[in-house]
């Protein structure tokens, strides 16, 4: 009888474990999805510099939401960003001239003419750096055949664009709002985790690229790394 008790209770603490195991693992890869993200092999990164992986008006790595990355050119060279949000914030409310409009086109993963793509407003994807979501294809099937499961509405570009500029002010107040809360949060990591800097920066994506090569906050990524370069370049 005591062996049978004690054979029991080895079974309930192997089945303890492995649900445990499971659970964690279910809820890693839950958090690890991210239907806008691609492997850094399979992204295009247009823009050149120290930088060119990050947005340069948010911050943000291209490659983790490169399924809604625009481009555009300015004083020949690539700019690339997260969205057309931060690209119609580059141009609009900083000033700067963009022409030569690209977006990656999410049937082939590669950069095509925004004149040429069709785009699917609204859906229930995520959407970046605004809750309206908007995913380019190059062709008008391709866009009709996620309306068809996700919902939203198929636009072309100067349409989507003006769409963006008029709701512009709003979903920067919002992304304001994310990134006054992670600043904090950012300090508060910085403090526990990073070797002090006094080096001041010029962008996000700047100080994001520095906390890399310098190794002050160790192998940092995702997140907390987000939230770090947030904080150091809110300092004056």
Same mark, same amino acid.
């Given at each position: 009888m005591k062996k049978l008790m004690i054979s029991l209770l080895a079974v309930c603490t192997l089945l303890v474990a492995v649900s445990s195991s499971a659970m964690a693992a279910n809820a890693q890869q839950k958090k690890m999805q991210n239907p806008r993200a691609v492997p %850094?092999? $399979? &992204? =295009?990164i247009l823009q050149d510099g120290k930088n060119k992986i990050y947005c340069p008006v948010c911050g943000m790595t291209l490659p983790m939401f490169y399924k809604t990355n625009h481009a555009a050119k300015h004083k020949g060279h690539d700019k690339q960003y997260c969205s057309i949000v931060c690209a119609v914030e580059d141009a609009v409310v900083n000033g700067t001239k963009l022409t030569n409009f690209k977006v990656v086109d999410n049937s082939t993963l590669k950069f095509i003419d925004s004149k040429k793509a069709y785009f699917v407003v609204g859906s229930k994807m995520p959407g970046t750096m605004s809750v309206?979501? $908007?995913? &380019?294809?190059g062709t008008k099937a391709a866009a009709d055949k996620l309306v068809a499961k996700k919902g939203g509405k198929v636009m072309r570009f100067d349409a989507l664009y003006a769409l963006v500029e008029k709701s512009q002010a709003k979903d920067m107040k919002a992304t304001k709002m994310r990134q006054g809360k992670a600043i904090k949060k950012g300090g508060m990591m910085y $403090? !526990? %985790?990073? !070797? !002090? =800097?006094? !080096?001041?920066f010029t962008s996000t994506a700047d100080a994001k690229s520095f906390l890399i090569k310098s190794g002050i906050c160790g192998k940092i990524k995702g997140k907390k790394h987000q939230a770090i370069a947030l904080y150091l370049n809110s300092r004056k």
């Open positions: %850094m092999a $399979k &992204a =295009t309206v979501s $908007k995913y &380019a294809f $403090k !526990k %985790m990073c !070797k !002090k =800097t006094d !080096k001041r």
